[in-house]
C-alpha cells in the first residue's frame, strides 16, 4: 500500500500546476506596467494639449482651488492705491439712464485728475453732440492720465481710419522680437475706437476684449493683440506699462506670443491666468459721489483708478469662477494688480507631470493590497493627497497645478488595475473553482472563493486527519473482469466513497488505483476534523451495501474496503518539481495512517483509527479498543482502535471484546482465549478469532518475561 502511494499517478498534480502563483502574476507583471506607460503618456499628452472636451470637466474642478483658498482667509488682495468707480445703481438713479451726457462724464475725469492714472472701460465712439464731446475731450487732456479703452471686432462695416490708426500705432508695444517671419499672435481686422478729439487727449489706450475658456467662464487675460501690424496691449498690461515707465518686451513666433517681460513680471503665452481675490473685498467707489464733490479729487492723488460699469442693467457683466456674475472692469483690475503685485498664476508643468508619475506609482502600490476596502481607501487618501497638494501650491506659492489631468488618468489607472485585479480574481477562482471543486465539497469551495486569503498553498505545518482506503482483493478482483469492466467498477466506488468525504469538508488528496486518499483540517480550517475524518469512515463502509447491490445487478464481483485514520502533524502544500506538482501533506502521520489501514487486514476489521484520532474525538462513535502496536521503523507503540457501526448486537460485542482484551493485556491468556472463543462463537466476531489464535499461540510458547502487550509489525 505504501509503495503504491509513493509510485501512483495523481490527477491533482496537473489542477494544482495551474494554481501557480507565478502563472497568474502573469498577467499583471505584463499588464501593470503597460497601463503605468499608457496612464502617464495620456496625463501628459492631455495636459500639454488640453482638449476642449476634457477642458470642460478640467476647469471647474480647478476653480474650487479659488472658493477654498478664500474660506482660508488666502486669497489676494488688490493692490492697496488701486480703485475701481463705478457706475452702478445708486449712480443710475441720481444722475439717470446710461449713457450720461459727456460734460457729466467730464466732471468724472476732472474729479480723477490728480490720480496716478485713469483707465476707461468704456468706450466713447459715437459723436453726442460738439459741446458733449469737447467738454469729454478737453476733461482728459486737461487731467493727463486717462488710458483710453478699445476694443476689437472680427467683422465690421467700415475700417481703421488713418488718424485712428495713428493712435494706435503710438500706443502700441515697440520692442517686438520675432523668432521668425510669421507671428502666430491673434490678428483683428477691426476695431472700435474713441472719436478722434478723445484719443488725442488720452495718455494712451488698451483693449478690453477678453475671451472665455470653452465652459464660458474668463479665467484669462490676454496681453496684447495685432491690429494692421501693430501690437496693442490690453487696458491693463498698458496701466502697468507706464505705472512702472518701462517698455515691455515681446517675443513672438508662429506659436504666438512667446515671452512678456515687463520689469520684474516675465510671462509665457499670449494670456495671463487670472489670480482672482475676494469680490466683497474690492475698493469700490460710486462714480456719484465723484461728480458730487462728495470725494474731493485728493482722495485719489497717486492712485491707480479703473472706471467701468457695474449696474447690471447695463450688461457689462461677466461669469468667472469666483462669481457667476462679475462686472468686467474686475477682470482689469484683478489683472492689473496681479501685474503690478507680481501675484502671478503661474503653471508649472515638470512639477505637475511629477505628481502625476508619483499618484500612478502610488496607485500602482495600492492595486498591489489585497482586499478591495482597503485599495479603495487608499485611491481615495490619493485623490484628497493630489486635491490637498493642489491648494498648498496655489496658496503658498501661487503655483497653478492643473490636478484634472493628473487625476483624470489616475482614475483611468487605478479603473485598468480594479478591472485587472477583478479578473485575475475571476482567473484565480476560475482556477480555485476547478481545482478544487472535485476534491472539497461546494460548500468549502464556495467559502474558498468568498475569501481566497484563507487558503494557504504554501508549505505550512498544521494538525490534520488522515483517511486511507483501499478496495481488498483487488488485485486479484483486476484480474477477473476485464479492462473496461474494472474501469467501471472502480468509477462506480470511488464516485460515493468521495462524495462521502465531500459531504464531510474533507479534501480529496488522490487517487491510487483502487486506494484514496483524503485530507481534513486542509487546505481551509476545520475545526471538528477528527470527527468529520471518522464520520468519513462510517460513510465510506456503509457505501459498500449499494456498491456491492450495483455490481451484483451487472454481474460483477462483491468489494470489501479498509480504512485506516489517524490526527497528527503535517507538512501540507504544493509539492513537487517546476514541471509537475501536487497538493498533499506528508509527515509521519500520513504514513501511519497508511499502515493502519493495512492493519485493516490483519485485524480483520474496515476501519482502523488511532489512538491520536481516538483522543481527539468529540461526537459518540461506537469505538472499541483494538490493540497496542508498534509499526515498523518506529520504538513507541500506539493503541489503535475500530469504529463500529453503532447497530444490532456491536456495544454487546465491544464490551465482551474488551473484558478479554483486558485479560490479554494482563497475560492471561488462558482466560482471554475463553472470552475471545466465546465471542467468536456468539457472533462471529473477526478481530476476537486473530485474538484467539494469538492467545492459543502465547499458551503454547509464552512471550518473553518482559511482554509489554504491545504487538510488533514486521512489515509496512
Given at each position: 500500500m505504501h509503495r503504491r502511494h509513493l509510485v501512483a499517478a495523481t490527477p491533482v498534480n496537473a489542477v494544482f500546476c495551474d494554481l501557480r502563483e507565478g502563472d497568474i502574476k502573469r498577467l499583471e507583471n505584463r499588464?501593470?506596467?503597460?497601463?503605468?506607460?499608457?496612464?502617464?503618456?495620456?496625463?501628459?499628452?492631455?495636459?500639454?494639449?488640453?482638449?476642449?472636451?476634457?477642458?470642460?470637466?478640467?476647469?471647474?474642478?480647478?476653480?474650487?482651488?479659488?472658493?477654498?483658498?478664500?474660506?482660508?482667509?488666502?486669497?489676494?488682495?488688490?493692490?492697496?492705491?488701486?480703485?475701481?468707480?463705478?457706475?452702478?445703481?445708486?449712480?443710475?438713479?441720481?444722475?439717470?439712464?446710461?449713457?450720461?451726457?459727456?460734460?457729466?462724464?467730464?466732471?468724472?475725469?476732472?474729479?480723477?485728475?490728480?490720480?496716478?492714472?485713469?483707465?476707461?472701460?468704456?468706450?466713447?465712439?459715437?459723436?453726442?453732440?460738439?459741446?458733449?464731446?469737447?467738454?469729454?475731450?478737453?476733461?482728459?487732456?486737461?487731467?493727463?492720465?486717462?488710458?483710453?479703452?478699445?476694443?476689437?471686432?472680427?467683422?465690421?462695416?467700415?475700417?481703421?481710419?488713418?488718424?485712428?490708426l495713428d493712435h494706435l500705432a503710438e500706443w502700441g508695444f515697440r520692442d517686438i522680437r520675432s523668432a521668425g517671419g510669421v507671428t502666430g499672435l491673434k490678428d483683428f481686422n477691426f476695431v472700435e475706437t474713441n472719436l478722434p478729439e478723445i484719443n488725442a487727449g488720452a495718455l494712451a489706450g488698451g483693449f478690453f476684449n477678453a475671451?472665455?475658456?470653452?465652459?464660458?467662464?474668463?479665467?484669462?487675460?490676454?496681453?496684447?493683440?495685432?491690429?494692421?501690424?501693430?501690437?496693442?496691449?490690453?487696458?491693463?498690461?498698458?496701466?502697468?506699462?507706464?505705472?512702472?515707465?518701462?517698455?515691455?518686451?515681446?517675443?513672438?513666433?508662429?506659436?504666438?506670443?512667446?515671452?512678456?517681460?515687463?520689469?520684474?513680471?516675465?510671462?509665457?503665452?499670449?494670456?495671463l491666468r487670472?489670480?482672482?481675490?475676494?469680490?466683497?473685498?474690492?475698493?469700490?467707489?460710486?462714480?456719484?459721489?465723484?461728480?458730487?464733490?462728495?470725494?474731493?479729487?485728493?482722495?485719489?492723488?497717486?492712485?491707480?483708478?479703473?472706471?467701468?460699469?457695474?449696474?447690471?442693467?447695463?450688461?457689462d457683466l461677466r461669469p468667472t469662477p469666483v462669481a457667476a456674475v462679475t462686472p468686467g472692469v474686475w477682470l482689469h483690475a484683478t489683472a492689473l494688480s496681479n501685474l503690478l503685485e507680481g501675484r502671478l498664476l503661474r503653471t508649472a508643468p515638470f512639477l505637475d507631470l511629477t505628481l502625476l508619475a508619483l499618484t500612478l506609482l502610488l496607485a500602482w502600490a495600492a492595486g498591489r493590497q489585497r482586499r478591495i476596502g482597503a485599495r479603495v481607501a487608499t485611491y481615495l487618501l490619493l485623490v484628497f493627497g493630489v486635491l490637498a497638494a493642489a491648494n498648498a501650491l496655489l496658496i503658498g506659492a501661487d503655483l497653478w497645478t492643473r490636478e484634472f489631468y493628473i487625476l483624470f488618468p489616475f482614475f483611468l489607472f487605478a479603473t485598468a488595475l480594479?478591472?485587472?485585479?477583478?479578473?485575475?480574481?475571476?482567473?484565480?477562482?476560475?482556477?480555485?473553482?476547478?481545482?478544487f471543486t472535485s476534491y472539497v465539497?461546494?460548500?468549502?469551495?464556495?467559502?474558498?472563493?468568498?475569501?481566497?486569503?484563507?487558503?494557504?498553498?504554501?508549505?505550512?505545518?498544521?494538525?490534520?486527519?488522515?483517511?486511507?482506503?483501499?478496495?481488498?482483493?483487488?488485485?486479484?478482483?483486476?484480474?477477473?473482469?476485464?479492462?473496461?469492466?474494472?474501469?467501471?467498477?472502480?468509477?462506480?466506488?470511488?464516485?460515493?466513497?468521495?462524495?462521502?468525504?465531500?459531504?464531510?469538508?474533507?479534501?480529496?488528496?488522490?487517487?491510487?488505483?483502487?486506494?484514496?486518499?483524503a485530507l481534513f483540517n486542509t487546505p481551509l480550517h476545520v475545526e471538528d476534523h477528527p470527527d468529520r475524518a471518522v464520520a468519513s469512515a462510517l460513510g465510506i463502509v456503509a457505501c459498500l451495501k449499494e456498491i456491492n447491490a450495483g455490481f451484483e445487478r451487472l454481474d460483477l464481483p462483491q468489494i470489501d474496503v479498509g480504512v485506516g485514520v489517524?490526527?497528527?502533524?503535517?507538512?501540507?502544500?504544493?509539492?513537487?518539481?517546476?514541471?509537475?506538482?501536487?497538493?498533499?501533506?506528508?509527515?509521519?502521520?500520513?504514513?501511519?495512517?497508511?499502515?493502519?489501514?493495512?492493519?485493516?487486514?490483519v485485524?480483520?476489521?474496515?476501519?482502523?483509527?488511532?489512538?491520536?484520532?481516538?483522543?481527539?474525538?468529540?461526537?459518540?462513535?461506537?469505538v472499541r479498543l483494538l490493540d497496542r502496536v508498534r509499526v515498523k521503523g518506529k520504538h513507541l507503540p500506539v493503541a489503535i482502535y475500530e469504529v463500529m457501526a453503532d447497530e444490532g448486537n456491536n456495544r454487546s460485542r465491544k464490551e465482551e471484546f474488551e473484558s478479554a482484551l483486558e485479560l490479554y493485556f494482563k497475560a492471561d491468556f488462558a482466560c482471554a482465549a475463553q472470552r475471545f472463543g466465546a465471542l467468536v462463537a456468539a457472533t462471529g466476531d473477526p478481530p476476537a478469532a486473530v485474538f484467539l489464535d494469538r492467545c492459543q499461540a502465547f499458551v503454547q510458547t509464552p512471550p518473553p518475561a518482559d511482554w509489554d502487550g504491545v504487538f510488533d509489525l514486521q512489515s509496512k
Open positions: 499588464f501593470r506596467p503597460l497601463a503605468f506607460l499608457l496612464a502617464l503618456v495620456l496625463g501628459a499628452l492631455c495636459y500639454f494639449w488640453d482638449p476642449s472636451l476634457l477642458a470642460r470637466f478640467a476647469l471647474p474642478l480647478e476653480d474650487c482651488k479659488f472658493a477654498v483658498r478664500e474660506s482660508l482667509g488666502q486669497q489676494p488682495v488688490l493692490r492697496p492705491n488701486l480703485v475701481i468707480v463705478t457706475v452702478d445703481e445708486r449712480s443710475i438713479n441720481q444722475l439717470g439712464r446710461w449713457p450720461w451726457n459727456r460734460k457729466v462724464l467730464a466732471k468724472l475725469m476732472l474729479g480723477l485728475g490728480q490720480a496716478r492714472l485713469v483707465g476707461l472701460d468704456m468706450i466713447f465712439a459715437d459723436v453726442a453732440d460738439a459741446d458733449q464731446d469737447t467738454a469729454l475731450a478737453a476733461a482728459i487732456e486737461e487731467a493727463g492720465n486717462v488710458v483710453a479703452g478699445f476694443f476689437f471686432r472680427s467683422q465690421a462695416t467700415t475700417w481703421t481710419s488713418e488718424a485712428d475671451e472665455p475658456d470653452p465652459d464660458g467662464l474668463y479665467r484669462r487675460y490676454p496681453i496684447a493683440y495685432l491690429h494692421q501690424g501693430f501690437a496693442l496691449p490690453s487696458l491693463a498690461v498698458q496701466m502697468a506699462r507706464y505705472d512702472l515707465d518701462r517698455e515691455p518686451v515681446l517675443s513672438i513666433d508662429s506659436g504666438g506670443l512667446l515671452s512678456f517681460v515687463l520689469g520684474d513680471v516675465k510671462l509665457s503665452g499670449s494670456s487670472l489670480n482672482y481675490g475676494s469680490l466683497a473685498a474690492a475698493p469700490l467707489v460710486s462714480a456719484v459721489d465723484i461728480i458730487d464733490g462728495t470725494l474731493p479729487p485728493e482722495f485719489f492723488r497717486d492712485k491707480l483708478v479703473l472706471v467701468g460699469v457695474t449696474e447690471v442693467g447695463i450688461f480594479e478591472t485587472e485585479s477583478f479578473v485575475q480574481t475571476e482567473l484565480r477562482a476560475g482556477q480555485l473553482k476547478r481545482a465539497s461546494p460548500e468549502v469551495v464556495r467559502e474558498i472563493l468568498e475569501d481566497p486569503d484563507k487558503l494557504d498553498l504554501g508549505g505550512v505545518e498544521r494538525e490534520v486527519s488522515i483517511l486511507f482506503s483501499d478496495i481488498r482483493g483487488f488485485t486479484s478482483l483486476s484480474e477477473k473482469v476485464t479492462a473496461p469492466q474494472l474501469v467501471q467498477m472502480l468509477n462506480q466506488i470511488h464516485d460515493p466513497m468521495t462524495q462521502v468525504v465531500l459531504q464531510q469538508r474533507g479534501m480529496l488528496d488522490k487517487y491510487i488505483g483502487d486506494a484514496m486518499m489517524n490526527t497528527g502533524g503535517c507538512i501540507v502544500g504544493n509539492m513537487g518539481s517546476k514541471v509537475r506538482f501536487e497538493y498533499t501533506a506528508i509527515g509521519d502521520a500520513v504514513n501511519l495512517a497508511s499502515r493502519l489501514e493495512g492493519l485493516c487486514k485485524y480483520r476489521v474496515r476501519i482502523v483509527i488511532s489512538e491520536f484520532t481516538h483522543d481527539r474525538l468529540a461526537a459518540p462513535f461506537l
